[in-house]
């Protein structure tokens, strides 16, 4: 066979929480293989700033829309937009999630909800939205963030919600590679390990980041947002044609302690 199968040239991709971090990076990968882009975060004015920036670096199209992911009627109007602009979306990352480190016993149902509500709920609402216009249009590739913590329980902070969300989001994802297989649609997730954001950024300049999170990760350091690049590029072209329903841990080997 000849030809990049990495190619995204003329794709369309779609990232949630595509402002900061590991979406930002994850956009760019996708933007640098080709592929047009549309940064959907919860904050506006940083989505247009990064988009412009993409637009200028990688020669593509970009839009910045806003959207909560917890809002179905903000997810449908921004996939409205896409397919009024693009006419087809073929790749949608789910990435937008929050971590809240809170002792079980203290926790309140509020809490406890928030988390849930953006990071499992949301990543259904954006896979039932992009998915029902991947089905009118023939087939896509849906990617999901997950985290090692959906198969690991880290230490020691406590953050059972978030853990417990990131272990929906993986089954999530197998359920409905197996529902949408028959539309042509691949669903794959992508599990993170201590990633160097402003999410980790604080606890990372602490004695805990290196006694915990560094001592057991087997190559001693955080990932970089863009060491996520290969991995979202992958399982967007046609180099994973065969591949859905399947998690991708990207740890720096926490997980095989
Ligand atoms: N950083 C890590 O170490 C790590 C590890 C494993 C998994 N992850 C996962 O990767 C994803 C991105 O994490 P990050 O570290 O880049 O986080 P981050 O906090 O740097 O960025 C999150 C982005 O999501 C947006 N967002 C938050 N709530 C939203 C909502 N309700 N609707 C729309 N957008 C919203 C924010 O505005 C922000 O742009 C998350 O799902 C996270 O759980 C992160």
Request: charged share 10%; proline share 0%.
């Given at each position: 066979m000849r030809g990049d199968i990495f190619d995204l040239s003329g794709k369309v991709a779609v990232v949630t929480g595509?402002?900061?971090?590991l979406g930002l990076a994850m956009g760019q990968a996708l933007a640098n293989a080709g592929a047009n882009l549309v940064i959907m975060d919860i904050n506006l004015e940083k989505a247009e700033v990064e988009a412009e920036k993409t637009k200028a670096e990688y020669g593509v199209d970009t839009l910045a829309l806003q959207a909560d992911v917890r809002i179905p009627n903000e997810v449908q109007d921004v996939v409205d937009k896409v397919v009024g602009h693009f006419?087809?979306?073929d790749i949608f990352v789910n990435n937008a999630g929050i971590c809240k480190n809170i002792k079980a016993e203290d926790m309140t149902l509020e809490e406890w909800q928030e988390v849930i509500d953006i990071n499992l709920t949301g990543v259904f609402i954006g896979c039932q939205v992009a998915g029902r216009q991947m089905i009118k249009q023939g087939g896509g590739s849906i990617i999901n963030i997950a985290s090692m913590s959906g198969s690991i329980v880290n230490v020691p902070q406590p953050q059972c919600s978030y853990n417990a969300s990131k272990a929906g989001v993986m089954h999530l994802t197998k359920s409905l590679a197996s529902e949408w297989a028959m539309h042509n649609i691949r669903v794959n997730s992508i599990s993170p390990g201590y990633m160097e954001t402003a999410m980790t950024a604080k606890t990372l300049k602490t004695d805990q980041a290196r006694d915990y999170w560094l001592y057991m990760t087997p190559m001693h350091r955080p990932g970089q947002p863009h060491e996520l690049g290969g991995a979202v590029v992958y399982l967007a072209?046609?180099?994973?044609?065969?591949?859905?329903?399947a998690d991708l841990i990207i740890d720096g080997g926490y997980t095989v302690w």
């Open positions: 595509g402002a900061q971090g006419g087809k979306i072209s046609d180099a994973s044609s065969f591949m859905t329903g």
